[in-house]
């Protein structure tokens, strides 16, 4: 039995779209989170759109383990061959660094069109990445550089946008959603602890006993430290909910409003700056 449901549908839309975005540009700006940088990740890209230059940020750095910030970014550059930048939305240096690193990885492509005798132009690049790992914040801040938007271009559809980021850059307004679909059950169980899978593809209560299990195993100190527990007892959802009194009438442990504050408390990162993949489980080591 599977637990995180997919609708074939809409993913086959969702990838003819981003395709035909991923045709407009030069250089692709690829968002993961970084508490699941393996699971988050775009594996087909060379598929939809081969060769173009990449470059991942592993976004929300503010929430995940700085140590595996730094083995994953080593891990990603390896399997991706592309540059990997840690990021998070409060870091102001992190556009500077993207935009430089966008330019660069455009240089070649830039040469070839003179050399073709076409006439030089700002290098096109769009942000694309899975639900919820934060594209739009990413396309804002590199917006507020922008001087001026440009029109709409033909082949675009009109409610899309170039915007202008520099002389040297424009960027697509809207993001490209890769859609979610991972036939690897453990990797969509991620994606749901980070709220990147809409819940009506999963079951709540079911993540957020897999998320404790697993916090559990990872994180066994802060976890326990957060709610109270000490080594001896089960930290299961329903000793959670008696511990913090969220129970029903009948003194029955609300499990329901358990497995949602569970699920936000480690979203929002207030248990923890945690990273849930490790090289080992995906056999990368
Ligand atoms: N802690 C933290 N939160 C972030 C960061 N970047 C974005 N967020 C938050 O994550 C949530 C999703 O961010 P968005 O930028 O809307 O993500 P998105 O990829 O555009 O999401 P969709 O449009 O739903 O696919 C928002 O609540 C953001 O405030 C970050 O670096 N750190
Ligand atoms: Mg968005």
Known sequence: MSHIHWYPGHIAKAQRQLKEKLNLVDVI????????????????????????????LMNKSDVSDEEYNKLWKKTLEKLSKCDVLITNLDNKNDINIIIN??????????KKRVEKGLLPRPTRTMVIGMPNVGKSSTINRLVKRAKTKTGAKAGVTRQQQWVRINDKIELLDTPGIIPTVQPDQAQALKLAMVNSIGENAYDSEYVARELLAILDKLYLKEVRKYYE?????????????????????????????????????????????????????????
């Open 29 to 56: 700006i690829e968002v993961v989170d970084a508490r699941i940088p393996y699971a988050s990740w775009y594996k087909n890209t060379n598929e939809l759109c081969p060769n173009k230059p990449r470059l991942i």
């Open 229 to 285: 527990f000490d080594e001896n007892e089960e930290l299961s959802l329903e000793n959670v909910a008696i511990k913090r009194r969220w129970i029903l009438k009948g003194e029955t442990p609300d499990i329901k409003r358990t497995s949602q504050i569970v699920l936000s408390t480690f979203r929002e990162g207030k248990i923890g700056k945690f990273t849930l993949d490790r090289a080992e489980e995906y056999s990368l080591v």
């Open 101 to 110: 690193k966008v330019i660069s990885l455009s240089d070649e492509i830039m």
